[in-house]
């Protein structure tokens, strides 16, 4: 994946800038994979951070999803508070074995508080976490927290099990995701995927008071194809990556394999038995403002490790507190 540049540094793969066909790239996808003005992979998985729900559960609820499928930052709470009462938990999320999901609410919160300029500024030091504005953020996620929008065993929950536990047993509300979800979900239901009449939906993240950027959505580039320098075939690999590359297989991509792509793709008209969880999809990608990588793509180092153990666990976990959180990840990430 693009944020491995060990395999660049060390010279294992090499530069396809005039091996492969751009044309048939998305250019922001390229731009991933473009280090020292060389591109080095062709970005076949990508995927945006979604926020997947129970279309059943959100109508027992009472609650009608509105027109631009964004609540506000007070309806959010109040839904996670109705979900509770309920007997229903608000959000299938777990940390046991990935550092980054648990950080999800929090942080596409913080994109759409801040803008993608100052979001950047934040994950690469150069903001303090206790601006103003991410404090108020982080109360705001705290009155989630303590509201119970998360399970009992959210620091034990593993990734696919949070996926089983929004879908079948438990059940839950929602679940925060990359769009990689549906190339578990959509498996056969023997083989662990989501009941074939599950009513799943997609609402965009709530907007934030005073957001400066609302429409702003994360999306990235997942696995991805690169040719071994050591390789004596490198023409060969080449033919390969743009025989793969075109926007015939990148529509097969997508509907064969359940995931979006950086490859461009006819996308107008879908086929096949989950034609219409991607149609929804790409309607909920109309006026979008992408930023493109996730805060660990960006950390490194102290501030990584504190990425993980912080706004990944211990503060969606309930063990910080906002004050606790801000020292802790000022501590390890702020450079001013």
């Known amino acids: 994946e693009p944020d491995q540049v060990e395999y660049i540094s060390a010279g294992y793969i090499v530069p396809l800038d005039d091996m492969v066909n751009w044309n048939n ?46 609540f506000t930052q007070s309806q959010f709470l109040d839904l996670i508070k109705k979900a509770r009462a309920a007997g229903m938990t608000p959000i299938a999320q777990g940390v046991g074995d990935r550092p980054y999901p648990g950080a999800y609410i929090t942080v596409e919160a913080l994109l759409r508080k801040l803008g993608p300029d100052d979001y950047q500024k934040l994950f690469t030091g ?32 593993k990734l696919g099990e949070s996926h089983y536990y929004f879908y079948s047993k438990p059940g839950a509300l929602m679940l925060p995701m990359g769009s990689f979800y549906t190339g578990r979900a959509f498996v056969p239901e023997d083989k662990g995927g989501q ?13 934030m008071d005073r957001g400066a950027c609302n429409e702003c959505k994360t ?22 990556l743009n025989a793969m590359s075109t926007p015939e297989m990148g529509k097969m991509w997508i509907e064969t394999v359940y995931l979006q792509t950086g490859i461009k793709a006819d996308v107008k008209n879908f086929t096949g038995p989950h034609a219409a969880y991607f149609t929804e999809l790409m309607e909920r990608q109309k006026g979008e403002k992408y930023f493109i990588g996730q805060p660990r793509d960006m950390v490194t180092g102290e501030c990584k490790e504190a990425f993980a153990q912080v706004l990944n666990s211990g503060f969606p976990g309930g063990l910080l507190s906002v004050d606790q959180t801000v020292q802790a990840m000022n501590k390890a990430c702020y450079k001013g």
């Open 219 to 240: 999306s990235t580039i997942g696995a991805s194809f690169a040719i071994n320098a050591a390789s004596k075939q490198k023409q060969l690999g080449a033919e390969f």
């Open 25 to 70: 790239i998305e250019p922001w996808a390229r731009k991933v994979w473009t280090h020292n003005g060389k591109t080095y992979g062709i970005p076949q998985e990508a995927y945006t951070v979604e926020l997947y729900y129970n279309k059943d559960a959100l109508k027992k609820l009472g609650v009608d999803l509105p027109a631009n499928a964004q």
């Open 126 to 157: 150069k903001l303090s976490f206790a601006d103003p504005r991410v404090v108020e953020v982080l109360k705001w996620v705290k009155e989630l927290v303590d509201a119970g929008a998360y399970p009992k065993n959210f620091m034990t929950l």
């Open 195 to 207: 009941p074939q009449n599950f009513p799943l939906g997609i609402m965009q993240f709530p907007a």
